[in-house]
């Protein structure tokens, strides 16, 4: 084994394909190399965040069904960093706002309920969902600006063939590879991104779906608790 | 930016620099193979060009000549001279009378002024046992003994001769295989078929008449004839001739060509394209 960095380009290592490729192939790969380091951070983070809300909300729904007073369970929950707890607290907090008064208006509250609730919900599905935008980009961008250092690099390698005025596939070969690699690399940062927006945004589909239901619940709880109030 | 992502971050950069190590370290190091050929070609073209050109010159005119006249040993060396004098005439007369450079042929000139008398009759040794002042009696006793074979002997040397070297009549047929070997070696580099690589247009044969100056540059190539061009392949002929001109051409000053055989030599010579020697 032999560990010295390989810089001939009749191998298939990086660094030497990179060294040989012109300066705008060169920009186009390390912009894609960055737009893949960031992907892939995006993915990872996404990935565990995703899994700790799912893991959390399903426990503060037991929590909450079982709870027997919901003042103390508001209390208890008003500053978790959770989706399903602020829209509990929203709901809650809308709730003292319209019964503090001796008349209640109980159609409009249940309305501002509804909303509020609503609102909260979709607020905090587009914080989960911020990054994906970034997946969904990458994913689809990330090919045609490989193509570009690609097409780039090829014609590069066209006026190199002008110049040294052989056409022979050694003089062409080393910048068509170096070109391919542009491509490559635009690939290998888009395939993981379009997965992993798939996935993604599906799991927050799912979260949306499992917040909206807990709203509901909730909603319905408070309208049941407005009519015994009057 | 949460702790989430910065541990996120972390673990992507560091995925990417060890796939980055992993490819570019030795892991897809395949070298060896393709390293192996190059050495060979510079070395072989050079031995071609100085060892086998220069020994057979010498060697095969006198030994057809000497058997073939018979008993007079001395004589020998004045006959081959005559009787490739007598072989240019029927084809190319210019190249030969002048520019003999070889040092040991003084006596050349004299047999060839003795050529055109002797053609009609029969009687060349006589006359040219007279003109040389070296051996003036040993060649007239073996001269009258010779007259009637000798001539039948520059005949059959002349049918000979004249099917392997059209131009260079001077040279030997082994001398011509090694110039033709010699430039045929350097002309391939250039010679790139292309697209018509693999196409009908791979029968043709073209031959080329090169005439060279002194110093391997070409003078002119022109097309002498085409062989193998059929119904199939005709629309490629002129495509071959310029590719196998250009091949000429560009490769232009050809090198190690030996200076000895340039006159009635290399200097103009007809030479083949066979597409599926070159490819």
Not at chain 1, 19 to 31: C, E, H, S, Y
Not at chain 1, 48 to 55: E, F, S
Not at chain 1, 102 to 127: C, K, P, Y
Not at chain 2, 28 to 57: C, N, Y
Request: hydrophobic share 40%; aromatic share 8%; with cysteine.
């Amino acid at each position: 084994m032999n560990f010295v960095f390989n810089t001939n380009a009749a191998t298939l290592s990086p660094i030497a394909l990179f060294l040989q490729a012109d300066w705008v192939v060169k920009i186009v790969m390390i912009g894609l190399l960055l737009a893949s380091i960031w992907t892939w951070s995006i993915i990872f983070s996404f990935w565990r965040k995703l899994g700790r809300t799912r893991k959390a909300t399903e426990k503060f729904e037991r929590d909450f069904y079982r709870a027997e007073d919901i003042d103390a369970f508001h209390r208890l929950h008003k500053d978790t960093d959770l989706a399903a707890a602020r829209v509990f607290t929203a709901g809650v907090a809308e709730w003292r706002q319209s019964t503090r008064n001796r008349t209640v208006d109980r159609a409009g509250t249940r309305e501002r309920l509804a909303t509020t609730m609503g609102a909260t919900v979709a607020s905090e599905i587009d914080r989960l969902s911020d990054r994906l935008n970034v997946l969904a980009t990458v994913g689809s961008v990330a090919p045609f600006v490989g193509l570009f250092g690609t097409v780039w690099g090829i014609m590069h390698s066209f006026t190199q063939i002008a110049q040294s005025q052989s056409t022979s596939l050694t003089t062409v070969g080393p910048g068509i590879a170096e070109a391919l690699f542009a491509t490559a690399i635009g690939l290998f940062a888009a395939i993981p991104a379009v997965i992993a927006y798939n996935r993604f945004s599906h799991g927050v589909n799912k979260i949306e779906a499992r917040l909206n239901r807990f709203a509901d619940g909730f909603h319905a709880t408070l309208s049941r608790q407005l009519e015994g109030a009057a | 930016m949460d702790r989430t992502e910065k541990t996120g971050l972390g673990v992507a950069i560091a995925g990417h620099v060890a796939l980055f190590a992993l490819l570019s370290f030795s892991l897809m190091w395949r070298q060896p193979p393709s390293f192996s050929h190059p050495p060979m070609d510079v070395t072989l073209s050079t031995e071609a060009a100085m060892e086998s050109a220069a020994p057979k010159i010498t060697q095969q005119p006198a030994e057809s000549q000497a058997p073939e006249v018979g008993p007079p040993a001395e004589a020998a060396q004045s006959t081959p001279v005559k009787m490739t004098s007598a072989e240019p005439q029927p084809a190319p007369p210019k190249p030969k009378p002048a520019p003999q450079p070889k040092p040991a042929e003084v006596s050349k000139p004299q047999p060839e002024k003795k050529q055109p008398a002797a053609k009609p009759e029969p009687k060349p040794q006589p006359k040219k046992s007279k003109g040389d002042s070296k051996a003036s009696d040993q060649p007239h006793e073996r001269g009258s003994r010779l007259g009637p074979n000798f001539l039948k002997g520059i005949t059959a040397e002349k049918s000979a001769s004249t099917t392997q070297a059209p131009r260079a009549s001077k040279i030997g047929a082994q001398d011509i295989a090694n110039i033709a070997g010699l430039i045929k070696r350097q002309v391939q580099p250039c010679y790139d078929l292309g697209a018509l690589a693999g196409t009908s247009a791979m029968s043709i044969v073209t031959v080329l008449r090169l005439q060279f100056r002194r110093d391997g540059s070409v003078a002119s190539a022109t097309l002498s004839r085409q062989d193998g061009v059929n119904g199939s392949n005709q629309q490629y002929s002129q495509q071959m001739a310029d590719l196998s001109r250009r091949a000429v051409l560009r490769c232009s000053p050809l090198k190690g060509l030996p200076p000895d055989l340039y006159k009635g030599g290399w200097e103009d010579i007809e030479f083949t394209f066979r597409p599926s020697d070159f490819g």
